[in-house]
């Protein structure tokens, strides 16, 4: 079965920086799309930047543009999340993604979820 780890998360105080892990098993799990989502409480679970692995090409949620950033290691099959500057609003439980579809900007494309790792941002 497929499998998608997520490690990384924690505590961490205001304009501090943390960098997340997806790894997905098997290696012969291929999908076409990667990415990270994440809920907080009370609300939807919302895509925060998601990767079209055939061409890299990424799609940044507003709120983490230019402080968050995406990147991938083909031979490992794992997929990063490095995010710089963090706020308070930016806790929340983070999830890893993949699609099989080349559609990678919205929610209802991705199907493989991981458990997902809590990202606190507190002082």
């Known amino acids: 079965q497929v499998k998608m780890v997520e490690s990384g998360g924690g505590l961490v105080q205001p304009g501090g920086s943390l960098r997340l892990s997806c790894a997905a098993s098997p290696l012969t799990f291929r999908p076409n799309t990667r990415g990270w989502f994440r809920q907080a409480p009370g609300k939807e679970r919302e895509l925060v930047v998601g990767i079209r692995w055939i061409d890299g090409m990424t799609y940044y949620a507003d709120s983490v543009k230019g402080r968050f950033i995406i990147s991938r290691d083909n031979a490992k099959n794992t997929v990063y999340l490095q995010m710089n500057s963090l706020k308070p609003e930016d806790t929340a439980v983070y999830y890893c993604?993949?699609?099989?579809?080349?559609?990678?900007?919205?929610?209802?494309?991705?199907?493989?979820w991981g458990q997902g790792t809590q990202v606190t941002v507190s002082s």
């Open positions: 993604a993949a699609g099989s579809t080349l559609n990678f900007t919205h929610k209802q494309y991705y199907e493989y």
